[in-house]
């Protein structure tokens, strides 16, 4: 199994909804990530867990609130987003040699 | 400042020519490099990646050829074909520790193969 699963593959909310977005891997890959692209622009790295321990978290706001649960599984908790956060939300684990292996994204749009 | 740039937002080639899309980077601590293909609202697919103490990689039509002393890289495509039209990103990779590694990415280069 080389394949990285998000859940759901779009959601759509209101600035005062609580929503979660959902990525498993059974790759056995000990780093998991969470990446947010907006269009025509490059994946930007917002959160890096390691062995389900948050090592990296690139100064983002508070209403994204990530959670490990297990080796396996990798949540991403959104309340009181703003419009503004409407993007593609890709999920990554990564192997040695330094490859990332990325889910399908979720299409988030914030109403 | 950044980091690795691809200066080409896009690349149009004729079905069945060499596309070659180029890369570079300032930052001399990157271990590997790496080359991701993506569609619109889709995840990015892994292609090809090259160890910073190797100077070429090949894998089927898709070669990866690294030159440290300019810091740059390229992924020549041999043949392309129409199914090769994606946006292709350009992708360093330094290690972060706890076997989790931080990838900076270019600004894509948009690639059209025409039949």
């Known amino acids: 199994d080389t394949e990285v699963t998000q859940t759901p593959k779009h959601l759509v909310m209101g600035m005062t909804n609580k929503k979660s977005l959902k990525c498993e891997q059974h790759?056995?890959?000990?780093?998991m990530y969470w990446y947010k692209q907006k269009a025509k622009k490059p994946p930007e790295l917002m959160f890096v867990y390691s062995y389900e321990k948050l090592s990296i978290n690139e100064s983002v706001p508070s209403r994204f609130s990530p959670e490990c649960p297990n080796s396996s599984l990798l949540n991403l908790h959104l309340h009181a987003l703003q419009p503004e956060d409407s993007a593609l939300y890709l999920c990554?684990?990564?192997?040695?040699?330094?490859?990332?292996?990325f889910g399908p994204g979720t299409r988030l749009t914030v109403l | 400042d950044q980091q690795v740039k691809q200066n080409s937002p896009s690349l149009s080639v004729q079905e069945g020519r060499i596309s070659i899309l180029n890369c570079d980077y300032t930052n001399s601590m990157f271990d590997y490099f790496l080359w991701y293909k993506k569609y619109p609202a889709e995840g990015p697919t892994f292609l090809i990646s090259i160890s910073s103490i190797k100077d070429k990689n090949e894998d089927g039509r898709f070669t990866v050829f690294l030159n440290k002393s300019a810091k740059h890289l390229s992924l020549h495509i041999v043949p392309s074909q129409p199914g090769d039209s994606a946006v292709y990103f350009c992708?360093?990779?330094?290690?972060?520790?706890?076997?989790?590694?931080?990838?900076?990415f270019g600004k894509g280069t948009k690639l059209s193969v025409i039949p």
């Open positions: 790759m056995g890959h000990r780093a």
């Open positions: 992708a360093a990779s330094a290690y972060s520790g706890a076997g989790s590694y931080q990838l900076t």
């Open positions: 990554a684990s990564s192997q040695a040699g330094g490859r990332l292996f």
